[in-house]
């Protein structure tokens, strides 16, 4: 473990660790990621739009759900990576 001539072994990784990837392949990671999080962004949104059908029923409950979703909405172009 300690000596510094020898090879180093990543069986024990399931995925390359970040720092030992290309720019590019960092990229393409740095991508997938987002689009999980988009993604995960609008199934939240999903979620609470159903809710907001189905249970609010005063304007205070309402105002809270407009707030939420014009942070969840500003955070998805916050992290969009495209230009």
Not at 6 to 19: C, G, I, K, Q, Y
Not at 52 to 59: H, K, M, Q
Request: include cysteine.
């Amino acid at each position: 473990m300690t000596d510094p001539q020898a090879s180093r072994h990543h069986e024990h990784h399931l995925r390359t660790p970040t720092n030992e990837l290309s720019h590019e392949e960092k990229l393409k990671r740095q991508a997938r990621h987002m689009q999980i999080l988009s993604g995960v962004m609008l199934l939240v949104l999903a979620m609470l739009i159903y809710s907001a059908i189905f249970n609010l029923d005063s304007w205070s409950e309402w105002v809270v759900f407009g707030a939420i979703c014009a942070t969840t909405i500003g955070t998805m172009i916050a992290v969009n990576t495209r230009r």
